[in-house]
């Protein structure tokens, strides 16, 4: 099996290679902490969660990374409104993302740095990039030099006008270009701020993440996987590559991977417009199943066009797969890839809901297929498994069981004890428990698998 996606860099589909032989990394930027969160902010999250499924799939080891912004010049106006430290803004929003995060059936990351944890990493890796000469010190701010790095609009494809057109323009006197970039500003008494050789201050949002993938990946290692929301190619990513090419022989990353905007009725959701979809509010009212299944029903290179029908769509479909699970299916540990050979091509989620969809019919009368219908489904983060514990064993699975058991006493009472005992790891395989009572077999569903 090979993972294919379209790389943002190159602007292709490309097959995934990793740097180091058996394992591979994907960072992606996480939530700054100041807000609860809405479904632009699930989108972000999910689409990788797929991502690192299949990863897990195929490599032996998988560093997936994810952020917490947790100093930002939004989370000290949220505290101000709000009357509480930064500390309880940043703790009370980061429980609030997990809490949303795990509800929505999303796998945790292996790795997630805070900022306020890598202020030294942060601080070492500024150091270099103005030792290698491509930042500069002025009026306490460390700028980066835009003009000394030769590649600089590679990712997002952009002429310098076309960079400065539509991003907000800092004229401020302390740079050589309106172009240069922020790694490191003063703090002033109300703001938080660490000490540094330029003073007190903090560091500026782009060199945070840079930082953060050299800390745990080490400087001269290349990241596999780079994702994040479009919004960010320029020019958060762009000023990444930037920093990370600086301080390092090695490539800075080799796969970039963004996911499309959510619209709410073909508009972009904002506060003014008051059209903002909160996940608390959504979660309260629709199951885990149907909110992956929306969140995942178009392609994730192409805006989400959230619209009530969404959400129709989306419950039809698990609702349909329910009842064909309920009725039939027994936990198999199933080998067959269709789902993953769908999802290894560029993540398409919606042909992995046909496929679904497809399999929801078959499997009624097919065991086989409601076998894969619960492995894919599995696959997907969508868990049906409270609906399974709540149904009965059916008749398929009643015959094959007792038919086993037959046969394994048979083998124990002329001393084959081996071979039983291969019957009962195949018993146990299928989530079925023995218990040998006075010369008589029992056996139950195991409640756990
Ligand atoms: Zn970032």
């Given at each position: ?42 989108r972000?999250a ?87 000469g ?9 700028l ?68 953060m ?43 970039w ?52 029908r ?47 969809s497809?399999?929801?019919?078959s ?11 619960l ?21 398929v ?53």
């Amino acid at each position: 099996m090979t993972i294919k996606l379209y790389n943002t860099l190159t602007r292709k589909k490309e097959d995934i290679k990793p740097f180091l032989d058996d394992s591979i990394s994907m960072y992606v930027c996480g939530p700054t902490v100041y807000g609860h969160p809405h479904i632009g902010n699930a989108r972000a999250a999910i689409v990788p969660d797929i991502l690192y499924r299949l990863l897990k799939y195929k490599y032996r080891s998988v560093k997936y990374i994810r952020n917490i912004t947790d100093v930002d010049d939004k989370i000290i106006e949220a505290a101000k409104k709000e009357g509480i430290s930064i500390d309880q803004i940043t703790l009370k929003y980061t429980k609030i993302y997990h809490e949303n995060m795990a509800s929505l059936g999303n796998l945790e990351p292996t790795h997630e740095p805070k900022v306020t944890d890598t202020i030294s990493k942060i601080i070492t890796t500024i150091e270099k990039i103005i030792r290698n000469g491509n930042a500069y010190v002025k009026d306490s701010h460390v700028l980066f030099d835009t003009g000394s790095f030769r590649n600089y609009g590679e990712l997002s494809g952009k002429n310098l006008e076309e960079m400065l057109d539509g991003v907000r323009i800092d004229n401020a006197s302390y740079k050589k270009s309106s172009k240069d970039f922020i790694l490191w500003k003063p703090s002033d008494a109300d703001s938080p701020g660490w000490q540094s050789p330029w003073g007190k201050g903090r560091p500026g949002w782009h060199i945070e993440c840079t930082s953060m993938i050299k800390d745990i990946l080490g400087d001269d290692t290349t990241l596999d996987i780079h994702g994040g929301g479009n919004d960010l190619i320029f020019p958060h990513h762009e000023n990444e590559i930037a920093q990370g090419s600086c301080i390092s022989e090695k490539k800075y990353c080799n796969h970039w991977f963004h996911n499309g905007i959510v619209l709410v009725d073909r508009k972009k959701m904002s506060k003014s417009l008051g059209n903002v979809i909160l996940l608390d509010q959504l979660l309260k009212e629709n199951d885990t199943a149907t909110i992956r299944v929306a969140l995942l029903s178009a392609h994730y290179r192409q805006p989400l066009n959230w619209t009530s029908r969404t959400l129709d769509n989306a419950s039809k479909l698990a609702q349909k797969i329910r009842s064909s699970i309920n009725t039939t299916t027994i936990p198999i540990e199933n080998t067959e890839t269709e789902i993953t050979d769908i999802l290894s091509d560029d993540l398409n989620t919606p042909q992995a809901f046909k496929y679904l969809s497809d399999l929801s019919k078959s499997s009624k009368n097919n065991l086989e297929d409601s076998t894969r219908l619960l492995f894919s489904c599995t696959f997907l983060g969508l868990d049906f498994s409270a609906d399974y514990k709540r149904s009965q064993p059916n008749e398929v699975l009643v015959d094959k069981v007792e038919k086993l058991i037959k046969k394994r006493n048979e083998l124990r009472n002329n001393g084959h004890y081996q071979e039983a005992d291969e019957i009962r790891s195949e018993l146990s395989s299928i989530g079925v428990v023995l218990k040998d009572k006075d010369g008589e077999t029992e056996w139950e569903l195991d409640p756990n698998s």
